[in-house]
């Protein structure tokens, strides 16, 4: 399957440069969570401070089995504590979460 996420950076061209500086070195068990979870690919893209993530899964992938796991995992936790000085929520959602699953609308 795949799937199309967004969510929102700080609009600080600091935090934003740091960001992206993280992400050209991605930990090594965070890379290892999302294949353990059944994503075998993801790409994250950025325009100003909106992100777009696209993952592609393995049968069986789940968002609720992945939330499982990295609640479980404290490496994972540290690296999303780390992440949220750098992201923004979009507008309506709820507390907990932060990307936001997109419902394709076009395909050719």
Request: aromatic residues 14%.
């Amino acid at each position: 399957m795949r799937y199309c996420l967004t969510l929102d950076l700080k609009n600080d061209p600091d935090l934003i440069a740091e960001y992206e500086s993280y992400h050209q070195k991605v930990w090594p068990e965070i890379i290892q969570s999302f294949y353990d979870s059944g994503i075998s690919t993801m790409e994250i893209y950025r325009w100003e401070n909106r992100l777009f993530m696209i993952i592609e899964t393995e049968e069986g992938f789940t968002f609720e089995k992945k939330a499982k796991s990295d609640a479980e995992n404290p490496v994972v936790q540290k690296w999303e504590k780390l992440m949220s000085k750098y992201q923004k929520k979009l507008p309506g959602v709820k507390k907990d979460e932060k990307w936001q699953l997109m419902k394709n609308i076009f395909k050719v």
